[in-house]
């Protein structure tokens, strides 16, 4: 089992920033992903991007370039930099973990956190 808790969020204006954290805890043996996704009520969820144990990254095109995706393995923490926010992009974000190396958008989610919630607006 792998528990997630995700910190930070809130409110922020459009062409702002925020940095969101997440914890990871329990079975964490590499080679694994960290990633977040991102829900909005009522909507599917869209993924945002991922990191390897080693590193590498990969995003979705629609937060490409504005967000980076980072990580502590020291800490088995994920951090997720959002920067030049629009309010499309409000939603409650979630941290997710899954074993291997495939960062590409996953089929199904191993395991994911509670979401904190990430509102742009001014």
């Known amino acids: 089992q792998v528990q997630l808790v995700e910190s930070g969020g809130g409110l922020v204006q459009p062409g702002g920033s925020v940095r969101l954290s997440c914890a990871a805890s329990?079975?964490?043996?590499?080679?694994?992903?960290m990633g977040w996704y991102r829900q909005v009520l009522g909507k599917p969820r869209e993924w945002v991007g991922a990191?390897?144990?080693?590193?590498?990254?990969n995003y979705a095109d629609s937060v490409r370039g504005r967000f980076t995706i980072s990580r502590d393995n020291a800490k088995d923490t994920v951090y997720l930099q959002m920067n030049s926010l629009k309010p499309e992009d409000t939603a409650v974000y979630y941290c997710?973990?899954?074993?291997?190396?495939?960062?590409?958008?996953?089929?199904?989610?191993?395991?994911w956190g509670q979401g904190t919630q990430v509102t742009v607006s001014s």
């Open positions: 329990g079975n964490i043996f590499s080679p694994n992903v």
């Open positions: 997710y973990f899954k074993r291997g190396w495939d960062i590409r958008e996953p089929r199904s989610y191993e395991y």
């Open positions: 990191i390897t144990s080693t590193g590498s990254t």
